[in-house]
């Protein structure tokens, strides 16, 4: 009667132990890679396109959550274009991502908001699908940029234009308020370009 009870005991503890192993989501073989870089990402464009981040391997990014008309839009756009315009060319991109969530002031379709981005305000560089930035359907980029980098008052965003400024090597190395004007980034940009 006693080995009896023993082998029950030691098959229930193998059989815990082989569903603990199991569920395990840090040693399945199936769960997915956790994001170390932003080139871990694939994002849509304007035109519901797959874009990898990849694409941007060792180029520096600032990554922008952008709307049309809110109060802090002609400044951002005028000095995002001028910066984008100086560096382009030496390894330099900008990524905006249009999102509604602040004061419901980017409501347009994609096309609505391709065409204001880049007639209205001259952008140049590439326009994204837009997107959530907080929130259970914040996308995963942002989720992993919120992560990389808090903000004073936490992680999420708290309007439209906080920017995020990623390194040659894919990492998250700044990340700056609404109200912080881009040309005020110039410097780091520089030292980041010139980074070997």
Same mark, same amino acid.
């Given at each position: 009667m006693q080995l009896r009870a023993f082998w029950n005991w030691a098959s229930f503890l193998c059989l815990g132990?082989?569903?603990?192993?199991?569920?395990?989501?840090y040693s399945s073989p199936h769960s997915p890679m956790p994001q170390q870089s932003i080139y871990d990402f694939t994002v849509k464009d304007i035109r519901q396109n797959d874009v990898s981040l990849n694409k941007y391997?060792? $180029?520096?990014?600032?990554?922008?959550?952008? *709307? !049309?008309h809110c109060g802090l839009t002609e400044t951002n756009y005028r000095e995002l274009n001028a910066l984008y315009e100086k560096y382009k060319d030496q390894g330099f991109e900008i990524l905006a991502f249009p999102c509604n969530q602040?004061?419901?002031?980017?409501?347009?379709?994609?096309?609505q908001?391709?065409?204001?981005?880049?007639?209205?305000?001259?952008?140049?560089?590439?326009?994204?699908? $837009?997107?959530?930035?907080?929130?259970?359907? *914040? !996308?995963?980029?942002?989720?992993?940029?919120?992560?990389?980098?808090?903000?004073?008052?936490g992680d999420g965003i708290k309007w439209n234009f906080t920017k995020f400024l990623i390194n040659k090597e894919g990492k998250?190395?700044?990340?700056?308020?609404?109200?912080?004007?881009p040309m005020k980034i110039e410097k780091t940009i520089q030292s980041l370009l010139n980074s070997s």
């Amino acid at each position: 009667m006693q080995l009896r009870a023993f082998w029950n005991w030691a098959s229930f503890l193998c059989l815990g132990f082989a569903f603990l192993f199991y569920f395990n989501p840090y040693s399945s073989p199936h769960s997915p890679m956790p994001q170390q870089s932003i080139y871990d990402f694939t994002v849509k464009d304007i035109r519901q396109n797959d874009v990898s981040l990849n694409k941007y391997s060792g $180029k520096v990014l600032l990554i922008v959550n952008v *709307a !049309s008309h809110c109060g802090l839009t002609e400044t951002n756009y005028r000095e995002l274009n001028a910066l984008y315009e100086k560096y382009k060319d030496q390894g330099f991109e900008i990524l905006a991502f249009p999102c509604n969530q602040f004061g419901k002031q980017e409501p347009g379709t994609n096309e609505q908001i391709e065409e204001a981005a880049c007639t209205r305000f001259k952008a140049e560089f590439p326009i994204f699908d $837009k997107i959530a930035v907080n929130g259970k359907e *914040a !996308s995963p980029l942002y989720k992993f940029l919120k992560k990389q980098k808090k903000g004073i008052f936490g992680d999420g965003i708290k309007w439209n234009f906080t920017k995020f400024l990623i390194n040659k090597e894919g990492k998250v190395v700044g990340r700056y308020a609404p109200t912080t004007a881009p040309m005020k980034i110039e410097k780091t940009i520089q030292s980041l370009l010139n980074s070997s």
